[in-house]
Every structure is written in structure tokens, then in C-alpha cells.
């Protein structure tokens, strides 16, 4: 699925698969009991986008779940979920380290821009990071 950006108005995510099984390129991860791309996929003729999802804070049934296309603890879920799941603990866990285990303030926009503040102060923080190293190898060289 490709991301076609927030829609502002409707607060809401916008996703479509863009047929892309159509364009001759492999998947990324590859089921062996499906036929690439599927017959049976209602979205190949008569949708210019494909298969579209619109995304607002909750789904259709109104979980908040994550969006998966590959089935839990399959082979494919194992290679690619331990990278996701570091990167996202790290993140938690410099967040909880500047106080932030639960939200200073209320509402979902100011809730949001205080995240985006602390993700900006934490990739700078980084980047202060590898300066540093990178200054103290070239002085030790």
C-alpha cells in the first residue's frame, strides 16, 4: 500500500495498493500458496487506484490495530519484525527517560505536537550524538 498523504479536513490517512502486482515487480514478501497477481482481486479493472483505505484514528471495525499484510509469526513477519519492534522500543524508551510515559498535556492535536517535538529533539539529540563521535574519532586518528 502506498501512502497518499493526511486528508486534513476528514482526519484521515489515505492508502491504495496502486494495482502495483500489475506492474511485473515481485512482492516484498511472498505468500507460496498465492498466484501473483491474484485472479480474483475485484480492484484490478475497474478501480484506477487499485484497492483504497482511508484510515481515520480508529478502522472500519473500530479497532486501532496495526495494519499488517503478512500473517503473524510467519517466517516473513519473523525477518522483518525485529527491526521494527527496536526502533520503535528505542523511541519509547528515550521518551519515557524525558518524562513522557504518559501525555503533560490533553486533546489529540496537542497530544500529536508534542510528540512531533519530541521526536524532532530526539533526532537532533542524535545527530548531536554522531558529531560528536564522528569529531572525537578524527581527533584520535
Not at 77 to 95: C, H, I
Request: proline share 6%; net charge positive; hydrophobic share 40%.
Amino acid at each position: 500500500m502506498n501512502s497518499y498523504g493526511f486528508d486534513r479536513e476528514r482526519h484521515r490517512h489515505k492508502w491504495a495498493c496502486d494495482r502495483a502486482c500489475l506492474l511485473g515487480k515481485d512482492p516484498q514478501v511472498k505468500l507460496a500458496q498465492v498466484v501473483y497477481p491474484p485472479p480474483e482481486c475485484p480492484y484490478l479493472a475497474n478501480a484506477p487506484h487499485g484497492r483504497v483505505i482511508n484510515v481515520g484514528e480508529r478502522f472500519a471495525d473500530a479497532s486501532i490495530r496495526l495494519v499488517r499484510d503478512i500473517p503473524m509469526r510467519s517466517s516473513a513477519w519473523k525477518s522483518l519484525y525485529p527491526r521494527a519492534r527496536n526502533a520503535v522500543e528505542g523511541r519509547n524508551a528515550t521518551f519515557e527517560g524525558w518524562g513522557f510515559k504518559r501525555m503533560s498535556v490533553f486533546g489529540m492535536l496537542r497530544s500529536k505536537a508534542l510528540l512531533f517535538l519530541a521526536d524532532a529533539l530526539d533526532t537532533l539529540s542524535t545527530l548531536a550524538r554522531l558529531v560528536r563521535e564522528a569529531t572525537l574519532a578524527s581527533l584520535l586518528t
